[in-house]
């Protein structure tokens, strides 16, 4: 007995022995390079438990100073117990090469498995060094400086620590009472596209790995746009008509360049909320479509779904939302509190648990995060790159290009050089943080180049400053409510007076730059507070204005529109913003800017939009004709329709000429002339209608534009090329189908086009 004992001893030494060997060697295999990614995401799930699975799909906010004393007590305890378990696989909010490490030195060297964190942050128009407003840089319509204006922004924000951007947001919107229409790319799914593919490309450019770039993030899935009443997560209901072919072409557009996550929207879909919605999720995005990265939730949205009324408690809510395929819940704790407990319970499938825990190691490889958790985490190139001359250049370059020019009566602008008194009015003009704009939280306040200092940098003419009036009152850090200012005129008559003894008058009016932006809806869409009598009282004593608008969203101008000889949407275009105004209104740039969203001429047109229906009683009558849609007080058309932008030239379009290549291939030609005294950019672009087809269709699409450049009295041909891609459309089944019939073609500077063409595909 004592020798069977001993014998017994010395295999299980031996098994023991051999076991510890076997799982070194299987680490060994999972960094090794001659390993494929997902070999080595297998070997890592297989040896982790059900609580380090669960751990790899919770996301917790930053929750204490990471290089200061370790928390003690309460909430931030608890997630600090989780973080050295190996509970938590992504945090947020958490920047700074210092902070990042040492954060990461936790999930590394302190946990069983070492599994390293990817660390998210909103990086929506910059980090430190901040491009214009997403919606501002739609207007360029220059996708390459799009391209670029990511791509520095990934450069800086991964020099600080970070690995991963909540950006871009793809949402379309055609309701600018919703404050996050700043957020996006406007109200056309085709420039939508465009733009969704340029930006991801730039946050992760040819190699995730690199330390320069970073993943990004499609959001919201989907539908968010579409709140009711542009009313912030409010509820959503649209057909499956607007959903197919309005609302998911721009993340399918993210998707196949490459998107390597999503995050799903606050709003509810066909009654479901959409972190618990399985058809989103699972059918489409995962199943139809193929996505092999992962869902993350929006801010608490699963826990939102009890105030749905969807999910009765947190525990149903993680069910609800592990089922339907949110991968990565982000501070709802419903995941690492409950999910455990419904694997064992069977009410949740493992399968689900390592199918969604595949997804998110698979990224952090793809990252390089792996290979070296410390990669992003090197103070003296942080110190190098933030704020670097490349990142200056690249966000006045794209600020520039994001200026629309709405109306140049008399050709008030551009600015003579010299020789004038400029009055310089609006207390936006010398603002050094509001046109940061929404979204900007690791940039410092009085970091934007003001108007004022901008056009400084000019000295031969005299400018006056005034400031006229407060936009808002008091402390504007990042809250919510803004007190606006709606009594306070008493810097009237110092605007005034300085007015009436000015050649020109240069007004900066518009929003601050918290007033659009999350939970930032708006019902009244004019200037804020007392800006209009402002403006109106500086009218009476001299007319020659040129408004420059600051704002986060379309605006009623209306009234501007009509009396106001110059006009210059200049949106908020952060750090280099007077810059970039000032080189605009001198000349020293020709605006080439294009609005990405039409301008309501008051918000009881809105939701406006292009790309409308027709509906059996069009709205455009026959002679005499009553009963039609329309308003009895007011016009259908749009104050500044989507495409609209002017230049300090002019271009003559002609010969509008449409070859059928084949029954699916069309070619469009047409010819373009600068007509003007200077060197200038058009965005010319083509518009389609399908006349007749089983599911109707809007009276135009965009489906091509093309940026040129053409010198004064130079002429050039574009040409366009339809395919069925282009002339297709989504059925309600959700089938893309090419139909034949009539289609007409329209080509011009906007969506007002002054060419139009016809073919038929049979």
């Known amino acids: 007995m004592k020798n069977n004992s001993l014998y017994s001893l010395l295999i299980a030494f031996i098994l023991v022995a051999s076991c510890k060997e076997q799982n070194n060697n299987s680490e060994d295999n ?43 007590d309460g909430d931030a305890a608890k997630k600090y117990e989780h973080l050295k378990k190996g509970y938590v696989g992504s945090m947020l909010n958490v920047r700074g090469v210092k902070e990042v490490r040492a954060v990461q030195k936790i999930a590394v060297e302190e946990t069983r498995l070492g599994i390293p964190l990817i660390i998210g942050f909103d990086v929506i128009h910059g980090y430190k060094t901040l ?56 109200e056309d799914p085709f420039l939508g596209s465009k733009i969704a593919i340029a930006r991801v490309q730039g946050f992760q ?54 998107v390597r996550t999503f995050m799903n929207s606050f709003n509810e879909l066909n009654g479901i909320p ?58 709802s704790y419903a995941y690492v509190d409950e999910l455990a407990n419904l694997v064992r319970e069977g009410k949740v499938k493992e399968s689900l648990i390592d199918d ?78 509001s046109s940061l704009g929404s979204w900007r939280i690791a940039a410092d306040d009085n970091t934007a180049v003001s108007v004022l200092e901008g056009l400084q940098k000019y000295t031969g003419n005299k400018i006056t400053y005034a400031k006229g009036a407060d936009v808002v009152i008091g402390k ?48 009244d869409l004019n200037l804020p507070g007392v800006q209009q009598e402002l403006l109106e009282a500086i009218y009476k004593v001299n007319k020659n204005i040129v408004l420059v608008l600051n704002n986060g ?52 047109q809105v939701p406006i939009y292009y790309n409308y229906k027709n509906t059996g009683r069009p709205i455009i009558p026959a002679p005499n004709e009553v009963f039609w849609s329309h308003y009895i007080d007011e016009s259908n058309d749009p104050l500044y329709p989507f495409g609209h932008g002017l230049s300090y030239t002019t271009f003559y379009y002609s010969n509008l000429v449409v070859n059928k290549i084949s029954n699916e291939a069309v070619e469009v030609s047409v010819e373009i002339k600068n007509t003007g005294t200077l060197l200038g950019k058009e965005v010319a672009q083509l518009y389609i209608q399908d006349v007749f087809a089983s599911v109707t269709r809007p009276v135009k699409e965009l489906k091509g534009f093309e940026m040129i450049e053409l ?29 034949p019939g009539e289609f007409k073609v329209y080509v011009g500077g906007s969506s007002k086009t002054v060419l139009e063409s016809k073919f038929n595909l049979e």
């Open 553 to 604: 969203r379309p605006l009623t101008i209306t009234w501007a529109d009509e009396h106001v000889p110059a006009i210059v949407e200049a949106w908020q275009l952060g750090t280099q913003s007077g810059n970039a105004i000032a080189e605009v209104l001198y000349g020293d740039y020709n605006p080439s800017g294009k609005l990405p969203m039409s301008f309501p001429r008051n918000v009881g």
């Open 30 to 72: 999972i960094n090794n390079s001659n390993q494929t990614i997902e070999n080595k995401v297998t070997q890592l799930l297989s040896k982790m438990t059900l609580e380090e699975k669960i751990g790899q799909m919770n996301q917790y906010n930053g929750f204490w100073n990471v290089t200061g004393p370790k928390p003690s």
């Open 131 to 186: 491009s214009p407003i997403p919606l501002a840089e739609a207007a360029s319509w220059d996708l390459a400086a799009i391209k670029k204006s990511a791509r520095v922004a990934a450069k800086e924000s991964a020099a600080a620590g970070i690995n991963w951007t909540f950006a871009p947001m793809v949402d379309i919107s055609r309701d600018a009472r919703w404050g996050r229409v700043m957020e996006g790319a406007g």
């Open 356 to 433: 969604a825990v595949t997804r998110i190691l698979k990224v952090k490889f793809e990252l390089g995060l792996f290979d070296d958790p410390y990669k992003y985490c090197n103070e003296d190139y942080e110190k190098e790159v933030t704020g670097s001359k490349e990142i200056h250049d690249a966000v006045l370059d794209v600020a520039k290009k994001s200026i629309v020019l709405l109306k140049n009566a008399n050709q008030v602008l551009p600015l003579k050089k010299e020789g004038q008194h400029i009055a310089l009015i609006g207390v936006l003009a010398a603002d050094k943080t």
């Open 205 to 258: 450019g040819d190699d995730l790995s690199s330390h320069q770039t970073i993943a990004a993030c499609a959001k919201h899935w989907a539908g968010y746009g579409f709140a009711e009443a542009g009313r912030d997560y409010n509820t959503v209901d649209v057909g499956t008509s607007t959903l197919n072919n309005i609302i998911f072409p721009p993340f399918k557009a993210a998707m196949d360049a490459g």
């Open 274 to 331: 959409a972190t618990g919605n399985v058809y989103l999720q699972r059918d489409i995005l995962k199943g139809k479509w193929g996505f092999d990265g992962f869902v993350v939730s929006d801010w608490g949205s699963i826990n939102e779904m009890i105030a749905h009324g969807y999910a009765k408690d947190k525990k149903h809510a993680a069910e609800l939302s592990a089922i339907a395929g949110s991968d990565m819940d982000m501070e």
């Open 711 to 739: 010198k004064p009295n130079e002429q050039k041909t574009i040409k366009f090329k339809l395919t069925n891609k282009e002339l297709g459309f989504f059925n309600n089944e959700g089938e893309f189908v090419l139909e």
């Open 476 to 523: 504007t850090e990042f809250a919510i409510e803004l007190q606006i200012n709606t009594e306070d005129k008493s810097g009237f008559s110092e605007a005034i007076a300085t007015a009436k003894k000015s050649d020109v008058v240069v007004m900066v009016l518009g929003e601050h730059g918290f007033q659009s932006g999350e939970a930032r809806s708006r019902t």
